[in-house]
């Protein structure tokens, strides 16, 4: 399914390819299940980002089905999650000059195959779902990160998350959940809200409410970590939250890349501000390793056809989408 035309929609077109051909340390994997993030939007909302047409999608799983002539570990058969991120050294602190992530520029998931790094595939959690496995590795990845790196969260430690029905967020909730992490959460509606409950958080208010930050003071103190991607009016309203000494992770902008705060909520507070953005193949593994060893599953708000990759780009954006929108590119579009 590729990009054909930038802009929002975007428009896309079901074309029949070549099917990959891996390279001498490269797989190609056949599709069972991806997903869209943020990313996607916004690569189909920047002109000129890269040559049309593309493929999309950074998250997906499914089977080999291609193994090139020098990869030892991967077997034809071997049923994998994809880790998205391109240029990260396994172990280093940071990524390469090389940064990137995998579907645009390069070729991704929302297609029936995809090629990729021998390196970038890792045996999928047998306990989940196709959809749930599919559903799992960019914002999986960037929110065990901003967790466990960044936050340094261990059990106990007072966690509050803004804007908790967003993809990456309901990740944060539940693998701060199942760590031992006190966590409230900001959400948009009372529904999510019920749902946020229900997956662990201990407090949850709605930002839509004049004075939450009042609300979460009385149910938490001061927490020990903020978790924030919306940026704008949010950053500035949970800075203050924080205790002495406690960190701000920021890895997103959703609600406007602008933001005014007052400087002496840092220096005077003793507080830190990181940002972060995906996570290296350490960090894969062990978000891996930290779902194994776990019951929670992806949240996933709703599944589409490959050729319905249009209503599933209209999802994304909708108010009420809660957790993932997945995409099966094994359910075979009907062909002319
Ligand atoms: N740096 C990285 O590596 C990385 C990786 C993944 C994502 N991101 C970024 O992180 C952000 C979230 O990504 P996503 O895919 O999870 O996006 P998303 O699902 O589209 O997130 C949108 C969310 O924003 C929340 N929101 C709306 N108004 C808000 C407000 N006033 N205050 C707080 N939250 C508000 C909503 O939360 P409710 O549903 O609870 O109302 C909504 O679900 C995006 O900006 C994305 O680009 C960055």
Same mark, same amino acid.
């Not at 291609?66 to 990869?71: H, I, T």
């Not at 959940?177 to 509606?189: E, F, L, M, Y």
């Not at 208010?205 to 704008?232: C, F, I, K, N, P």
């Given at each position: ?23 001498? &340390? $490269?797989? %190609?994997?056949?599709?069972? +299940?991806?997903?869209?993030? @943020?990313?996607?939007?916004?690569? /189909?909302?920047?002109? !000129? ?61 929302? &297609? $029936?195959? %995809?090629?990729?790094?021998? +390196?970038?595939?890792?045996? @999928?959690?047998?306990?989940?779902? /196709?959809?749930?496995? !599919? ?202």
């Amino acid at each position: 399914m590729q990009l054909t035309e930038f802009g929002d929609p975007p428009v896309f077109a079901l074309n029949e390819v070549p099917d990959p051909e891996p390279g001498p &340390a $490269e797989v %190609v994997v056949t599709l069972k +299940a991806a997903a869209l993030n @943020r990313r996607d939007k916004w690569v /189909w909302t920047s002109p !000129g980002y890269c040559e049309l047409p593309v493929t999309l999608g950074s998250d997906g799983a499914g089977v080999v089905s291609a193994v090139g002539g020098s990869v030892p570990n991967v077997s034809v058969g071997d049923e994998v999650v994809i880790f998205p991120t391109l240029g990260w050294e396994d172990g280093a602190d940071l990524p390469t000059d090389d940064f990137d992530i995998l579907g645009a520029p390069s070729d991704g998931t929302f &297609a $029936e195959q %995809v090629r990729v790094s021998s +390196a970038s595939v890792h045996p @999928r959690p047998s306990r989940l779902s /196709w959809a749930e496995s !599919g559903a799992l590795p960019l914002a999986g990845l960037t929110a065990y990160r901003a967790l466990f790196t960044c936050g340094r969260i261990t059990s106990g430690t007072r966690v509050l998350l803004t804007g908790a029905g967003s993809g990456v967020a309901t990740f944060l909730l539940q693998l701060a959940v199942a760590a031992g992490a006190d966590v409230a959460v900001t959400t948009g509606s009372s529904d999510k809200a019920r749902r946020c409950l229900d997956l662990g958080a201990r407090a949850v208010v709605l930002y839509t409410d004049d004075g939450w930050q009042e609300e979460v003071r009385r149910a938490m103190g001061h927490v020990d970590v903020v978790v924030d991607s919306y940026g704008a009016e949010s950053f500035p309203a949970a800075l203050p939250l924080l205790r002495r000494g406690g960190t701000f992770v920021s890895f997103g902008d959703t609600g406007g890349a602008s933001t005014t705060f007052d400087v002496a909520e840092v220096y005077w507070q003793w507080r830190s501000i990181l940002g972060t953005s995906m996570g290296g193949p350490h960090e894969f593994r062990a978000l891996l390793a930290a779902v194994n060893a776990s019951s929670w599953v992806p949240v996933i708000d709703s599944v589409f056809r490959l050729e319905d990759l249009p209503a599933a780009s209209e999802r994304l954006s909708s108010p009420e989408r809660f957790g993932k929108v997945v995409i099966e590119p094994s359910a075979k579009p009907a062909r002319a």
